[in-house]
C-alpha cells in the first residue's frame, strides 16, 4: 500500500496530470488500487504456506553444561536478547545443555558458532546433526503406572510356565521396528516433566508458552513445526481423539478458531504439556473436567 500511496501521490504531483482529464484520472487511481490489492492477496498464501510449514530440522548448535537450571534460563534469555531463537533440556547425566538453529550444513553451523565465540556469547559448542536421537527411552521405568503391589512369598512350589521343550530351545527375537518418532516425541517430552518452563522470549502471545514447549520437543526429533499453537493446529494430519498415538499434539479452545493451549499426547489419555511461563511442565489427563470441556482436536506431523 505505501507502493500505491507513493505512486499516486507522484501522478498528482506530474505536470501532465493537469491535463488528463478528472474521469481518466479517477479510472487510473482505480486500476492502480486493485493492482495492489491482487498483489497483496497473491502474496497471502505463500506466507501463510511459510507460517505453517512442518520441514525437517537442519543442523543446530549446542552447548553448556549447566549444573544449575536457573543459569540455563539465564543463558536461554541472554540469546533471545540477541534474536536467537533458543530452549534449554535436561540431559541424561542431570545437567542441562542450551541447543538453537536450523542451518542448512554442518559448516553453515560451524561459522555461526564461531562468531557467537568471537563475540564471547558462547564458549564451547557441538553441531548436532540432523535426525539425531536426543531421547528414546522412558524417563524412568513405570514413570506413569501406579506402584506394583506388594507381593508376599508363597511356600508353595513354583510350577514351570513353559513346557520344557519349549525352554530348551533358544526363543526367536521379535522382528526389529524401525524408530516410531512419535513414540521417541512422547518419550522426550516426559523427560521435560519437572523442568520449569521459562523459555519463548518476552513477547509471549496467548498460547506460546505451551507451543514454545512441545516446538522444542520437536526440534530435539529432528522436526521443525510453526511457532504457534493455532499455527499447529493447522499444520498435520487430523487424528481422532479414539485414534491417538504417543506423540500426537493435542490442543485445547474455546473452538478450532480459538486455540490457546497444546500438550504431547503420551499414552494412557495423557499428554504433557507446558501450563504457563514459570511453572514446572507436568502431565495432565485428557479426562479432567477442565480439559475435556475445551478439548478441541489432535494432529499428527510424523
Request: aromatic share 10%; proline share 6%.
Amino acid at each position: 500500500m505505501c507502493f500505491t500511496a507513493a505512486l499516486i501521490k507522484a501522478t498528482i504531483l506530474t505536470p501532465e496530470a493537469n491535463h488528463i482529464p478528472l474521469s481518466k484520472l479517477a479510472a487510473m487511481f482505480f486500476h492502480i488500487i486493485v493492482a495492489s490489492i491482487l498483489l497483496f492477496v497473491t502474496a497471502l498464501p505463500a506466507s501463510a504456506a511459510k507460517s505453517n510449514a512442518i520441514t525437517r530440522l537442519g543442523y543446530a548448535i549446542q552447548m553448556g553444561a549447566f549444573a544449575d537450571v536457573n543459569n540455563a534460563e539465564r543463558f536461554t534469555a541472554r540469546l533471545q536478547s540477541q534474536g536467537i531463537e533458543a530452549f534449554y533440556f535436561r540431559k541424561d547425566n542431570g545437567v542441562y545443555a542450551v541447543r538453537f538453529g536450523d542451518f542448512p550444513s554442518k559448516d553453515k553451523a560451524r561459522a555461526v558458532a564461531g562468531k557467537l565465540v568471537r563475540e564471547k556469547l558462547i564458549d564451547t559448542f557441538y553441531i548436532a546433526p540432523p535426525n539425531e536421537v536426543v531421547f528414546s527411552k522412558p524417563r524412568e521405568a513405570g514413570w506413569q503406572k501406579s506402584a506394583p503391589e506388594e507381593i508376599s512369598p508363597s511356600r508353595e512350589p513354583l510350577k514351570p510356565v513353559v513346557p520344557r521343550t519349549l525352554a530348551d530351545k533358544p526363543q526367536p527375537r521379535p522382528a526389529k521396528k524401525e524408530k516410531d518418532m512419535g513414540e521417541i516425541a512422547a518419550r522426550t517430552a516426559e523427560r521435560f516433566v519437572g523442568i520449569p518452563y521459562r523459555w519463548g522470549g518476552e513477547n509471549v502471545v496467548d498460547g506460546m508458552d505451551c507451543s514454545g514447549f512441545v516446538r522444542a520437543v520437536y526440534n530435539l526429533c529432528g522436526l521443525s513445526i510453526p511457532r504457534t499453537s493455532r499455527d499447529q493446529f493447522k499444520a498435520g494430519e487430523a487424528v481422532d481423539r479414539q485414534e491417538l498415538q504417543d506423540g500426537d499434539l493435542i490442543f485445547f479452545g474455546a473452538a478450532a478458531d480459538k486455540i490457546n493451549h497444546v500438550g504431547i499426547y503420551v499414552g494412557d489419555g495423557k499428554f504433557v504439556h507446558a501450563p504457563r511461563r514459570g511453572e514446572e511442565i507436568r502431565v495432565a489427563s485428557i479426562g479432567d473436567s477442565y480439559f475435556e470441556k475445551r478439548y478441541v482436536g489432535a494432529r499428527r506431523y510424523f
